[in-house]
């Protein structure tokens, strides 16, 4: 077994990396739409998505795809990494 080099920074862990991505996915979410004061419905109407799939989204019960997940960052006026930012 080769011992682990000193030099060797690993990066820093996810915010809460004992929780499901999908849960972490979620809050993130939850935390942009009420850090603007939107309701789930005015998202809904705005992004041009089901206001149910924002709630089973925000408690992690649905995936996401990469196209929606972009429907959401330029919605938040957010790059892809930004709306990762922290999961």
Known sequence: ????S???TAAPPAR???VE????FGNRIRELRQ???LTQVRVAKEFGVDRSYISDLERGRKSICIHTM???ALGFSLSLSELLDGI
């Not at 077994?1 to 682990?4: A, E, H, N, Q, S």
């Not at 991505?21 to 972490?24: A, D, H």
């Open 70 to 72: 972009e429907i959401f």
């Open 16 to 18: 809460e990396p004992h």
């Open 6 to 8: 000193k030099s060797f």
């Open 21 to 24: 991505i999908g849960i972490r």
């Open 35 to 37: 850090e603007r004061s």
């Open 1 to 4: 077994m080769i011992p682990p």
